[in-house]
């Protein structure tokens, strides 16, 4: 990606992007979150969750999801701050990063920007191979479908949100690896879809039965 040019799906220039996608992958995880939460959290931070570790870190959209809760930021600033606060990002980086977020992004204000979910989400149950939506099975992944099961077992594991950063590490020789594996899961699949976002950098699902996640009908 060159630096001049910008992600149409995200409003970013190209370099903000790779900045946010490299940040998201190396604090999105369990162990991130743990030093999040022991390390750089104060007494103030984790009053806001009900959660003892490490329940807080699944019900709360990971790493960065908790970073929201705790101090009331956008998703993509979250992951800017979080990867500062856990030695990811240098100040002047994440000083970069910030000024190019959008108005929107950079000026979340509410105390809790995680609202309570009423969507109906998917169930992955990695140990059965099976992936499920309102109660009914939806598609099944052989054990061999690694690359299926990176992405089922990486929205799982954050709850389901509308969209995650690529899951998978940079890949000189298969770069379309992304786009294959979601063409793949969605063969088959009833219900919802997925689908590549922002020139690849992010995985989003979505539903494909003319209805909203909540269960009504979605407009024309």
């Not at 709360?60 to 998703?75: E, P, V």
Request: some cysteine; hydrophobic content about 35%.
């Amino acid at each position: 990606m060159s630096e001049g040019s910008g992600d149409a799906e995200t409003g970013l220039p190209d370099w903000a992007t790779e900045k946010l996608a490299e940040a998201y992958h190396r604090i999105q995880n369990q162990l991130g979150g743990q030093k999040l939460w022991y390390e750089r959290f104060t007494d103030a931070d984790r009053s806001k969750f009900t959660d003892p570790w490490p329940k807080v870190w699944a019900n709360n959209q990971g790493t960065i999801g908790m970073w929201c809760k705790a101090r009331g930021a956008s998703w993509n600033r979250a992951i800017v701050e979080a990867a500062h606060a856990l030695g990811f990002l240098d100040g002047p980086t994440r000083d970069a990063v910030i000024a190019v977020l959008s108005a929107e992004d950079d000026n979340a204000t509410k105390a809790h920007p995680i609202p309570n979910d009423t969507r109906v989400l998917p169930v992955w149950k990695k140990a059965n191979g099976e992936l499920w939506y309102r109660s009914e099975l939806i598609r099944r992944v052989k054990p061999a479908a690694a690359n299926l099961r990176l992405i089922l077992n990486h929205f799982q594991d954050i709850g389901w949100p509308k969209s995650i950063y690529d899951p998978f590490p940079p890949d000189v020789k298969f770069p379309n690896r992304r786009r294959r594996a979601v063409a793949t899961l969605n063969q088959g699949l009833m219900g919802i879809c997925f689908s590549c976002k922002g020139n690849g950098t992010s995985i989003s699902w979505a539903l494909d039965d003319g209805q909203t996640s909540d269960g009504g009908t979605a407009p024309a």
